[in-house]
């Protein structure tokens, strides 16, 4: 399999849909699949929706950051602030950093099909360092 490992994510040559991310994301976060789209900025429902845009984007490097903010009706200067928000809580964020670590398992797990197999991979991702205060 021909796959880049970046911050715990892998680009492999299977295309994740935003739907099946999202799905993800809503699961994890434990939010309804609206809250994501919507307008409101508490803050479990702002990093869902980083973590949405930053994997997404991460997974699927074809799709342009307009088509990614238009999924969620959001403009394309959201997608890059969030993306680049969510890299810096990726490394000072310890439970940012496990609930991302965490969704990339479940993605794992939809592709591989087996849960087994996808936490043995997921251990061999937990390398990434990480600071926090």
Same mark, same amino acid.
């Given at each position: 399999?021909?796959?880049?490992?970046?911050?715990?994510?892998? #680009?492999?040559?299977?295309?994740?849909?935003?739907?099946?991310?999202?799905?993800?994301?809503?699961?994890?976060? =434990?939010?309804?699949?609206?809250?994501?789209?919507?307008?409101?900025?508490?803050?479990?429902? #702002? =990093?869902?929706?980083?973590?949405?845009?930053?994997?997404?984007?991460?997974?699927?490097?074809?799709?342009?950051?307009?088509?990614?903010?238009?999924?969620?009706?959001?403009?394309?200067? #959201?997608?890059?602030?969030?993306?680049?928000?969510?890299?810096?809580?990726?490394?000072?964020? !310890?439970?940012?950093?496990?609930?991302?670590? !965490?969704? #990339?398992?479940?993605?794992?797990?939809?592709?591989?099909?087996?849960?087994?197999?996808?936490?043995?991979?997921?251990?061999?991702?937990?390398?990434?360092?990480?600071?926090?205060?």
């Amino acid at each position: 399999m021909n796959a880049i490992v970046y911050a715990g994510l892998t #680009t492999s040559k299977k295309c994740r849909s935003m739907a099946e991310i999202e799905n993800v994301v809503c699961n994890v976060y =434990d939010i309804k699949q609206g809250e994501l789209a919507s307008k409101n900025r508490e803050r479990r429902i #702002t =990093d869902a929706r980083k973590a949405f845009f930053y994997m997404v984007k991460k997974l699927n490097p074809d799709f342009s950051l307009q088509k990614i903010g238009k999924y969620l009706s959001k403009h394309h200067a #959201t997608v890059i602030h969030s993306i680049r928000q969510c890299e810096n809580l990726l490394i000072f964020d !310890k439970p940012f950093h496990d609930k991302i670590q !965490k969704c #990339t398992s479940y993605i794992d797990t939809l592709e591989y099909g087996n849960i087994s197999k996808a936490s043995q991979y997921s251990e061999s991702l937990k390398t990434i360092g990480y600071y926090y205060k």
